[in-house]
């Protein structure tokens, strides 16, 4: 069943590319935390979203 989560979910940024596991979704690997804050914070501006993290290493960018 496809609940429509996926969605909502704009990108991944992540620093530790084991925890992500494929997915329609646009992953961005950071070589460090300050890249992958970085990087979140630009895609979330770009596409208005809002940056979570997972605190395993992942941030997501989801719109609302």
């Known amino acids: 069943m496809d609940v429509g989560i996926k969605d909502n979910i704009l990108a991944i940024i992540t620093i530790n590319e084991k925890v992500v596991s494929g997915g329609s979704v646009p ?24 940056v979570h993290d997972l605190e395993n290493g992942c941030l997501v960018v989801v719109r609302h």
């Open 27 to 50: 992953t961005f690997y950071a070589k460090d935390v300050e890249e992958q804050k970085k990087v979140a914070l630009t895609i979330s501006k770009i596409t208005t979203g809002m």
